[in-house]
């Protein structure tokens, strides 16, 4: 940095960062002003902003000025590797006083000619957003107080960054969770259905998901779910389940094989997944429903002329995380008289913070009656979920066995 810099020079470019002309714009548009703006301040003649995808733990340029080719090469960055990489991987700041192929990853850096770096990373909460870093084409030494001004603006950077990707990434988490849950449900004779899906107003959509589809052998398979985990990454692993269950549905009539099936998939392939699943056949000639369960709750079964009561199924493990049982999943068959209903739900329905579960699966089981399942909705949504908004999302999937 010149000698003619000052601090209050510095100071000004800052608040400069946080023009309010900035919110008005597209995250590129903004990020670039960004950066134009980092490069007045440091009079460095690069700056770039790389954002880090945990998913496959790379680096990938999103806004630069300077090496522009980087972007038009599409250049990743694995954690570790060169100096944006161990800059993400340590998230400490990095200065480099020697640009070569020996201590940058991207080519674009050394051939530029640059003979100086010094990058930061960015973070929200200690969560790596990506990493942030600036260049210079003649000798420099950065100091500790170009590190310190550089953090500051990765913050601002990162305000920036975490702003869109919420508003972005709930876009798309909602827009994926619509188009998996099902807008009809199959029309069968002697059954129907009804249902409810509510988001968590903390955490937003997640991984709970329903679905209903008819068998070639004219059965009815009904699923409820629970991926662990909030937001787009939760809705696309439940993407996932809902079509891999669909498949092993297809090929194995015991809902325990199906489960079985679906717990391989999750731990070979969703290595840190793991998911809650209850799955049920309804096989309306024998006026029975076979089911199992993957650690979800069980279904309240409601028969005209007795008590409602939680249907007495023993969960068997969650699917995925790698957990390995040496005893078999196991099918419960559930006997269905006529006007039969059955309510499926995920936990959060009847699980409260700090409070027992206990008095609201009483709340539950008293709220299913052998009635139309829209009413049963009604009733249970009424029962169980207050005046203020839910801490995550609900799933509540009701079936009722029509008389003959």
């Not at 630069?64 to 570790?80: A, F, P």
């Not at 960054?161 to 449900?185: D, M």
């Not at 194995?252 to 392939?269: E, I, M, R, W």
């Not at 209850?278 to 709750?297: E, K, N, Q």
Request: aromatic letters at 4%; a negative charge; hydrophobic letters at 45%.
């Amino acid at each position: 940095m010149s000698a003619t810099s000052s601090p209050t020079d510095r100071v000004s470019v800052l608040e400069a960062i946080t023009d309010v002309e900035l919110r008005h714009m597209e995250l590129d548009e903004s990020l670039l002003a960004l950066l134009a703006r980092v490069r007045e301040l440091f009079e460095v003649d690069t700056a770039t902003i790389l954002l880090y995808d945990a998913t496959t733990q790379r680096l990938s340029v999103r806004a630069t000025l300077g090496i522009e080719e980087e972007i038009r090469h599409g250049v990743t960055i694995d954690l570790g590797a060169g100096f944006a990489g161990r800059v993400a991987a340590t998230r400490r700041p990095v200065i480099l006083d020697r640009v070569d192929q020996t201590t940058v990853a991207s080519p674009a850096l050394w051939r530029k000619g640059l003979r100086a770096l010094l990058g930061v990373p960015i973070l929200v909460r200690e969560e790596l957003i990506g990493v942030l870093h600036v260049g210079s084409l003649t000798v420099r030494e950065f100091t500790e107080a170009d590190t310190h001004l550089l953090l500051l603006v990765a913050d601002r950077v990162a305000l920036a960054i975490q702003a869109e990707t919420t508003s972005a990434e709930r876009a798309a988490t909602t827009a994926l969770q619509r188009s998996l849950l099902p807008t009809r449900f199959p029309d069968v004779a002697g059954v129907s259905f009804a249902a409810r899906y509510v988001p968590g107003a903390v955490a937003g959509l997640g991984g709970d998901w329903y679905d209903v589809f008819q068998l070639p052998s004219g059965r009815v398979g009904v699923v409820i779910g629970d991926v662990a985990g909030h937001g787009l990454g939760a809705a696309v692993v439940m993407g996932r389940l809902r079509s891999a269950l669909r498949a092993y549905a297809l090929e194995n009539d015991s809902p325990a094989q199906v489960l079985t099936k679906l717990h391989g998939k999750v731990s070979h392939f969703e290595q840190s997944s793991m998911a809650t699943v209850a799955y049920a056949v309804i096989d309306l000639a024998d006026r029975t429903v076979t089911v199992s369960s993957a650690g979800h709750p069980p279904p309240v079964l409601a028969v005209p002329g007795r008590p409602s009561v939680l249907a007495a199924i023993t969960p068997d493990p969650p699917v995925g995380l790698g957990l390995h049982s040496r005893r078999p999943r196991r099918d419960t068959v559930l006997d269905l008289p006529d006007g039969a209903v059955l309510a499926f739900y995920t936990d959060d329905l009847v699980e409260r913070r700090g409070k027992a579960l206990d008095p609201f699966l009483d709340r539950l089981t008293e709220a299913v009656t052998p009635e139309r399942p829209e009413a049963v909705c009604g009733r249970v949504m009424d029962a169980l979920v207050d005046a203020a908004p839910t801490q995550d999302d609900i799933a509540l999937l009701v079936a009722r066995f029509e008389t003959r």
